[in-house]
C-alpha cells in the first residue's frame, strides 16, 4: 500500500512540474518582453555620467560581496526583482575598479577622507586584497584619513581593515583570526559501492585533481605540498598584518594554547581580549560612530556623516576600460575554469579569450598585451588554443606580458608560459604542471540492477558507450596521450622558462606553488601587481624599437579589450539556464526528501561534468580555497 502510495505522489509531483512548466514558459515570453525594455531603460541610465559638485566629505567603501578581476555583467534587472523578493545578492566588485576609485579619490580635493564599512563584505583571494591594501596605504600618503569599522571582523575584512589609520569595532564584537584550512571530500568507496570504474590516467605525483576519485584520504604527497604552501601563506598574512598595525605577528595570531590561556584570564571577554592583542583602536556603538565621522568630515543634509558611496563616485569618473591614445596596451582576462567554446556565466571559453586575443593582433594601436591569469585550468585544448594566440601576438612583435592573480595554475600556467615576461604575487597560486583524463564507466553498476550493455565494434580503439568496459588497448592508447600531453607541458615551459626539461619536470609532478615560491624555481619572473606587468610592457615595447623609434611612457594608454558579444537576449538566456539549473536541482532534492545542503556534497563530483575537452585532457588544478573568500 505504502509503495502505491509513494507511487502516487512521485506521479503528482510530475504532473504538477509539467504543469509548472508550460505555465513559466508562457510567462517567461510576456517576462522577457518586460525585461527587454526594463533593461534598456537602466542601461540608458547607468550609461549617464554622475556629476558630482563641492565637497564630498568621504569616499564610503560600503561593499556587499566579494572582490574578482572581472565587472560583474548580469542583469540589472532581475538582481532587483530578486533583492525585491528578500534575496540577499552578494555583488562582484571588479578590483581594479576599487583600485582606480580610490586612487581617483586621493587625488580628488572633493574627497577628504576614506571610510570602510566592512560589515558585508565577503573577501576575495589575497592578491587582490593586498592591491586594494596598497591603494589604501597610496590614499594616505595624500594625508587624507581612514577609517574602518565592522561590528565583527573576519579575516578578510581584518586584513583590509589593517591597512586604516584607525580600526574600530562594536563594544560586543570580536575579530577572528584563525588560519587557513583546506578540506577536500573523497569518493573512492562511493564508488566502489556503486562498482564504479573510475578509468583515471595522469602524469605527477602531486595531481591531487584525481585523488578524491582514487582514494579515501589526502595522499602523503598532496598533504605535504598543501601543508607547505598554506603555513607560507599564511605567514605572509601575519606578516602584513603586523606591519601594518606595527604589532608582533605573535599578537595577530598567537597559538592556540596561547589565545586559550590569555582567553581565560580575561574571562572570555573577546573584545577585551582583541584590544589588549592592539588589533583595533577603540570599540564604538554606531550612533557614537556616526558621531565621529561627522566630526571629522561634516554632516550632510539628512544630518547623517558626509560621504559619497563608492559606486556613486565611480560613477562620477571616466570609464577606466578604454585607451585615448594611439599607442596602448591591452589589458585580456582569463578568469575562471577554462573550457572549450565561449565563455558562459561560471567559466571562460577559449574561444572567447582567443578572438580578444586576436583583436590585440589586428589592431595597430596595440604595442603589447597584458594577459591577466586568474584560472585553476581546465580544457586542455582550449588552453592551447589561447597560447597559440600568445605566440602569434610576440610572433608580430607585440610583447606578452603575464600578471597572475590569485591562481594561475595547471592551465593557467599553460597559457602563461610561453608569454616574454610573467609577474606574479607572492600568494598566487601557481604551478600544477600535469595533465590528466578521467573516463568512468557503469559495466558493474548496471550489472548490479539487472542490465547488461551489448553490441559490435570494428575496433578496439572504439570507446562503445559508458556502458561497456574500456579496451586495454583503449586503456594504453590513452595513458600514452597523457604522457605526451605531460612532455609537451615540460617542453613548453623549459622554452618559456629557458630551463631543461628535467629541471621543470622536478618542479613540475603537479606541485603547487606560491608565487614567491615560483621566483626562486624561475617559474615567475617577478613579484608584483598589474601596474608591475603594464610597466613591464612598455618596457619591453620599447626594447623592440630603435633608439629614435622609443615612445615615451607617457604616451601609452591601457585598453581593457572585453566581449562585447553580450547583447540582452543572450544575457537572458544566459541567465536563464542557470536559473533553469538551480531550480531543476532544488525540485529533484526536494521530490526525493534530501536537504538543499546536499549539494555542498554533490557539487565537488560535478567538478569535471562541465568540462568538455574534445580528448578529455585536462589541465587542472582542484580550485583551493581559503577563507579569504568567503563567498565560495
Known amino acids: 500500500m505504502n509503495v502505491i502510495l509513494s507511487c502516487i505522489k512521485f506521479a503528482w509531483r510530475i504532473l504538477n512540474f509539467i504543469r509548472d512548466l508550460v505555465m513559466n514558459l508562457v510567462f517567461l515570453v510576456f517576462v522577457l518582453v518586460l525585461l527587454s525594455v526594463a533593461t534598456l531603460m537602466i542601461g540608458t541610465d547607468k550609461s549617464e555620467k554622475t556629476v558630482l559638485r563641492g565637497d564630498q566629505g568621504a569616499l564610503l567603501l560600503n561593499l556587499d560581496g566579494y572582490l574578482a578581476d572581472n565587472r560583474d555583467e548580469k542583469n540589472d534587472f532581475k538582481t532587483l526583482l530578486k533583492e525585491l523578493d528578500g534575496q540577499n545578492i552578494p555583488q562582484q566588485y571588479s578590483t581594479f575598479d576599487l583600485v582606480y576609485a580610490i586612487d581617483s579619490a ?74 587557513l584550512a583546506q578540506e577536500t571530500l573523497y569518493f573512492k568507496d562511493m564508488l566502489d559501492k556503486l562498482e564504479v ?24 604527497e598532496a598533504k605535504a605540498n598543501l601543508q607547505r604552501w598554506l603555513n607560507t601563506m599564511w605567514n605572509h598574512y601575519k606578516q602584513r598584518v603586523a606591519e601594518n598595525r606595527d604589532i608582533q605577528q605573535s599578537a595577530v595570531a598567537p597559538d592556540a594554547h596561547t589565545f586559550l590561556t590569555e582567553l581565560k584570564a580575561l574571562k572570555g571577554d573577546t573584545a577585551a581580549y582583541v584590544k589588549q592583542r592592539k588589533l583595533v583602536t577603540g570599540a564604538i556603538d554606531r550612533l557614537n560612530l556616526d558621531k565621529k565621522l561627522t566630526a571629522l568630515f561634516g554632516e550632510d543634509k539628512d544630518h547623517q556623516p558626509k560621504m559619497v558611496d563608492y559606486e556613486r563616485y565611480l560613477a562620477s569618473l571616466p570609464d577606466r576600460m578604454h585607451g585615448e591614445t594611439d599607442n596602448q596596451i591591452a589589458v585580456v582576462n582569463v578568469e575562471g575554469a577554462i573550457i ?6 561560471e567559466n571562460v571559453g577559449g574561444d572567447t579569450v582567443a578572438k580578444l586575443l586576436r583583436q590585440a593582433y589586428d589592431d595597430d594601436k596595440v604595442k603589447g598585451v597584458v594577459l591577466r591569469v586568474n584560472s585553476p585550468g581546465g580544457s586542455a585544448f582550449a588552453s592551447e588554443i589561447i597560447r597559440q594566440e600568445v605566440a602569434h601576438l610576440q610572433n608580430a612583435g607585440k ?42 564507466t557503469f559495466e558493474n553498476t548496471i550489472k548490479k540492477m539487472g542490465i547488461t550493455a551489448d553490441g559490435v565494434k570494428t575496433s578496439d580503439l572504439r570507446f562503445s558507450s559508458l556502458f561497456s568496459p574500456l579496451s586495454p588497448t583503449l586503456n594504453d592508447v590513452i595513458q600514452l596521450e597523457i604522457e605526451h600531453g605531460y612532455d609537451q607541458f615540460l617542453t613548453k615551459v623549459s622554452e618559456g622558462r629557458h630551463l631543461t626539461k628535467a629541471q621543470v619536470d622536478n618542479i613540475a609532478q603537479g606541485q603547487v ?67 533553469a539549473k538551480t531550480w531543476a536541482q532544488g525540485f529533484v532534492l526536494e521530490s526525493v526528501g534530501l536537504p538543499k545542503a546536499f549539494t555542498q556534497l554533490t557539487k565537488p563530483l560535478g567538478t569535471l561534468t562541465r568540462f568538455n575537452d574534445p580528448k578529455g585532457q585536462y589541465l587542472y588544478c582542484l580550485q583551493l580555497i581559503t577563507n579569504f573568500h568567503l563567498s565560495s
Open 340 to 345: 572549450d567554446g565561449d565563455s558562459d556565466e
Open 399 to 440: 610583447p606578452v606580458v603575464v600578471s597572475m592573480g590569485g591562481m594561475a595554475a595547471s592551465g593557467g600556467y599553460w597559457i602563461s608560459s610561453t608569454a616574454d615576461y610573467i609577474v606574479a604575487d607572492k600568494n598566487t597560486i601557481t604551478g600544477s604542471i600535469g595533465i590528466f583524463a578521467m573516463l568512468p
Open 106 to 179: 586621493a587625488q580628488d580635493d572633493n574627497i577628504r577622507g576614506l571610510v570602510l564599512d566592512l560589515n558585508f563584505f565577503q573577501g576575495g583571494d589575497l592578491p587582490a586584497l593586498e592591491y586594494v591594501g596598497e591603494a589604501i596605504e597610496n590614499f594616505k600618503e595624500s594625508g587624507k584619513q581612514v577609517i574602518a569599522y565592522a561590528d565583527n571582523y573576519n579575516q578578510a575584512q581584518y586584513f583590509l581593515a589593517s591597512y586604516a589609520d584607525e580600526i574600530y569595532m562594536n563594544p560586543t564584537g570580536s575579530v577572528s583570526i584563525d588560519g
Open 513 to 579: 606553488w606560491l608565487g614567491s615560491e615560483a621566483l626562486e624555481h624561475k617559474l615567475v619572473d617577478e613579484l608584483g601587481t598589474l601596474d608591475t606587468a603594464i610597466g613591464k610592457t612598455i618596457e619591453l615595447v620599447n626594447e623592440k624599437r630603435a633608439e629614435k623609434d622609443k615612445l615615451d611612457e607617457a604616451s601609452f594608454s591601457v585598453e581593457w579589450i572585453v566581449d562585447e558579444d553580450s547583447s540582452l537576449l543572450k544575457k537572458m538566456l544566459r541567465d536563464f539556464k542557470g536559473d
Open 197 to 220: 570504474n573510475p578509468h583515471v590516467f595522469r602524469v605527477g605525483t602531486y595531481k591531487s585533481a584525481v585523488e578524491p576519485y582514487l582514494r579515501n584520504e589526502m595522499s602523503d
